[in-house]
Every structure is written in structure tokens, then in C-alpha cells.
């Protein structure tokens, strides 16, 4: 059973860094792209970033480009979200996703496209 465990977050004041982590566990030889979403209260859940399989490519939403770095360790068994620089509008429940297939390669920017969810972790930023 695939598992998806996210961790880091916490409240911070605008212009503060955070760094979230996921953790895959439940599959071998990890050769699967990961994406952060994240949802605030009375809004749509947004795509924040997604890594490749094999790290090669990253993807980022506009509203968080040039401030947040997706990456990841282990072939992908753990990711990592650096956020730096946030911002009050960034406070919502951000979610580590992955789509069931190796190799993946398509929409990063879908949600449906992801399979496997974790629980979330929240972010809180100040002003």
C-alpha cells in the first residue's frame, strides 16, 4: 500500500522559509514523479510544483515560481519543498502527490493525474 507522509509544516511570517518533506514508502525501486498541491479554505485546490522521475524537470505554478524549489533524494522516496520568501496568500494545506505509474510523463499540472495522496500539512504565513 502506497503511503504518502508529509511533515514541515507550521506558522511563519511573510518573508520566512519553510521547508516540507514527503516521504514515499509502500513501493520499490521508486522511479515516480511527485507533485505539492496545496488548498486553502473556500478555495480550489492549486498546483504548487512537480519533479520528474528521475529529477531532470521541474514545474511550478506562476505564484510560486523563482521562490519555492521542488527536489528530491533516493530516487524520489523522499521530496522536498523549499519555500522561501512566502507570503500570506500562501497559507493553505499543501499535499504531496504521485501518480501511479513509472515513468510518468504528462500533465504535472493536473491533479487527476496524481493517484496517491497524502494527509497534508498545514502552512501558516503572518503578515
Known amino acids: 500500500q502506497v503511503q504518502l507522509i508529509e511533515s514541515g509544516g507550521g506558522l511563519v511570517q511573510a518573508g520566512g522559509s519553510l521547508r516540507l518533506s514527503c516521504a514515499a514508502s509502500?513501493?520499490?525501486?521508486?522511479?515516480?514523479?511527485m507533485g505539492w498541491f496545496r488548498q486553502a479554505p473556500g478555495k480550489e485546490r492549486e498546483f504548487v510544483a512537480a519533479?520528474?522521475?528521475?529529477?531532470?524537470?521541474?514545474y511550478y505554478a506562476d505564484s510560486v515560481k523563482g521562490r519555492f524549489t521542488i527536489s528530491g533524494d533516493n530516487g524520489m522516496n523522499t521530496v522536498y519543498l523549499q519555500m522561501n520568501s512566502l507570503k500570506p496568500e500562501d497559507t493553505a494545506s499543501y499535499y504531496c502527490?504521485?501518480?501511479?505509474?513509472?515513468?510518468?510523463?504528462?500533465?504535472?499540472?493536473?491533479?487527476?493525474?496524481?493517484?496517491?495522496w497524502g494527509q497534508g500539512t498545514q502552512v501558516t504565513v503572518s503578515s
Open positions: 519533479i520528474s522521475w528521475n529529477g531532470g524537470n521541474t
Open positions: 509502500g513501493r520499490t525501486n521508486n522511479r515516480y514523479a
Open positions: 502527490a504521485s501518480p501511479r505509474n513509472k515513468y510518468y510523463s504528462g500533465n504535472y499540472y493536473d491533479g487527476r493525474e496524481y493517484d496517491f
